[in-house]
């Protein structure tokens, strides 16, 4: 499952994000987006593991990360 990540921090990495969501299964893969000053970073994460992925989204969105609130929801909320 993808999960989308928006409001990312500059001085947050793939790996601190990935190491975030390892948390609660699997990682196969995270791409990360360039920083904007006014919308931060965005990332795509990728959980095979729906229910995993379901329950990060469920404990990390609206988390504050390195200053800034991120906002975390399943792709298919974007792409469907």
Excluded: C, W
Aim: glycine share 4%; aromatic share 10%; hydrophobic share 45%.
């Amino acid at each position: 499952m993808k999960i989308i990540v928006e409001n990312i921090a500059r001085e947050i990495t793939r790996h601190i994000l990935k190491k975030y969501f390892s948390r609660y299964g699997v990682v196969e893969h995270v791409i990360l987006s360039e920083y904007n000053d006014i919308y931060g970073a965005s990332a795509i994460i990728s959980m095979p593991e729906e229910k995993q992925a379901f329950e990060a989204i469920d404990e990390l969105d609206g988390k504050i990360v390195a200053g800034r609130e991120i906002s975390v929801f399943p792709s298919s909320a974007v792409f469907n």
